[in-house]
């Protein structure tokens, strides 16, 4: 690897919980100003928010911790849609689903809704280097089979091979692995809510349980071996993130580079009798966020100190490290990308109209810039704000009122319903309703299902109190 050389760069690492490759590059413009900041944002595949500095005791994963610890992290952040590509689509373009009118794998943006800008691309255009490495746009058709290349991209983004990891042996005894504390199907969910699991069910491992469709149970014993097999993913992970970052010290650009951590969306390891993602539920929506800003969310390294030594996630001598600073407010993954493009010191892009389908650079997201802004490294580290004014949005497509073979993922072309969701700091709203694929148009009169969860009396969100509420009318003075 060759010395780090005055300059800024941008490196973007999707990570999969399967398998991880990483690789670090730096490369420089001749009139960058020498006060620049690198972005090296990590992006993960299906992280559901189950790290130490998130509050679990199970799962080890002290390079993330380490990171934490010297970060922003905020306990609430939401993705707007629970799958990959249009979740990735959405906050790589700072637009959401309804504007990005990708609600499945097949279509790409820049084609069928509007020639949007991405993070990359912005960055590339205001004089960084843009490299890819592994899972960042979601390949295929959603990312025109280039990963937005060359939109996005300096140099063609690699994708490393993950076989190999296939079958490497687990690392959390069974015996210790709890199940989810609510496994079964909540009596009040409305059929067209439920996530039927339909991809893995056609595993053959699974098939061979022989589980009705759609609401048998998983076996007990298999539901403790996948878990295991999602907490020990969690930890190989984690220490290739240690290897990162332990790189990132080791070429003196902890102090010159911004660092972003986050997920798509989140999984659903067998609460309310789901698996994977799929819905608007939490476990499906919510994901780890944390941003270290060199100077700001931690004091600049000394000369030789190294701010991310690798640590083992199964020496058993580690201890269990204390986020540096917390924020309770509800953020959305669409405030990536100003967040960053300010972090860095770039203009943040205006908010966008309403429609703005011809406007190529804009952001439906806020800006968190505010949260970076300390008075005292000492003082409180949970930053106080207004909580109740805050929402994040998801939603979820149908095909259908009852769950079918194709209620994960359903294409376009056969999406009838979908399900508008408001998370706030109390509840969780969700109206499912009538939808038109070719005008890409909700009916709002046409409320087929709804389900209301209250945080402080419900957190696992498994009482729906929707039928003693006011229906659909509060939520659509509450949509965007």
């Not at 991209?153 to 609510?182: G, M, V």
């Not at 960053?340 to 966008?352: E, T």
């Not at 148009?441 to 729906?464: C, K, R, T």
Request: proline letters at 9%.
């Amino acid at each position: 690897m060759p010395p780090p050389r005055t300059g800024r760069g941008l490196l973007w690492l999707g990570l999969v919980l399967s398998s991880v490759c990483v690789a670090l590059g730096s490369e420089t413009q001749a009139n960058s100003t020498t006060d620049a900041l690198n972005v090296l944002l990590i992006i993960v595949d299906d992280l559901r928010p189950s790290l130490g500095c998130y509050g679990d005791k199970l799962v080890r994963s002290p390079n993330i911790d380490q990171l934490a610890s010297h970060s922003l992290l905020f306990q609430n952040a939401f993705a707007q849609q629970a799958v990959c590509a249009p979740s990735r689509v959405s906050f790589l373009t700072g637009r959401r689903p309804d504007t990005t009118r990708l609600y499945d794998f097949n279509s790409y943006w820049r084609v069928h809704a509007g020639n949007f800008s991405t993070i990359p691309q912005y960055f590339k255009e205001n004089g960084y280097v843009t490299m890819s490495v592994g899972k960042v746009f979601h390949p295929g058709i959603s990312s025109n089979h280039t990963d937005d290349s060359p939109y996005s991209w300096s140099f063609p983004p690699y994708h490393p091979s993950s076989e190999k990891y296939e079958n490497t042996k687990k690392l959390y005894p069974l015996e210790n692995i709890t199940l989810a504390p609510d496994p079964e199907v909540p009596d009040g969910l409305p059929p067209v809510a439920y996530n039927p699991w339909m991809d893995i069910r056609q595993r053959e491992d699974v098939q061979a349980l022989n589980i009705s469709v759609p609401y048998g149970p998983i076996p007990v014993d298999f539901q403790r071996k996948i878990r295991q097999s999602y907490f020990a993913s969690v930890s190989y992970l984690d220490t290739q993130v240690g290897r990162l970052l332990s790189a990132l010290d080791d070429l003196q650009l902890a102090n010159s580079t911004i660092i972003a951590f986050t997920s798509d969306h989140g999984w659903a390891l067998g609460e309310h009798g789901e698996w994977a993602k799929y819905s608007n539920f939490d476990v499906a929506t919510h994901v780890p966020l944390i941003f270290y800003v060199p100077g700001r969310t931690a004091s600049l390294p000394e000369a030789g100190e190294k701010l991310f030594p690798y640590l083992d996630p199964f020496d058993s001598a580690s201890q269990l490290m204390e986020p540096g600073r917390q924020s309770m407010d509800l953020v959305e993954l669409v405030s990536l990308f100003p967040t960053l493009a300010g972090l860095a010191g770039l203009q943040v892009p205006p908010r966008c109209p309403v429609p703005s389908f011809h406007v190529e650079l804009c952001r439906e997201g806020k800006n968190l810039l505010k949260h970076f802004r300390f008075r005292d490294l000492e003082e409180d580290p949970y930053l106080p704000g207004n909580p109740r004014e805050l929402i994040a949005y998801s939603q979820y497509p149908r095909p259908s009122d009852i769950p079918q073979w194709n209620s994960d993922k359903p294409s376009l072309k056969d999406i009838k319903i979908m399900g508008y969701s408001i998370r706030t700091i109390d509840y969780r709203y969700t109206v499912w309703v009538g939808f038109n694929p070719d005008e890409f148009l909700a009916n709002f009169s046409d409320i087929h299902a709804g389900e209301l969860y209250f945080v402080d009396s419900d957190p696992l969100q498994d009482h729906n109190m929707y039928n003693d509420s006011q229906g659909g009318d509060l939520f659509q003075l509450l949509m965007p």
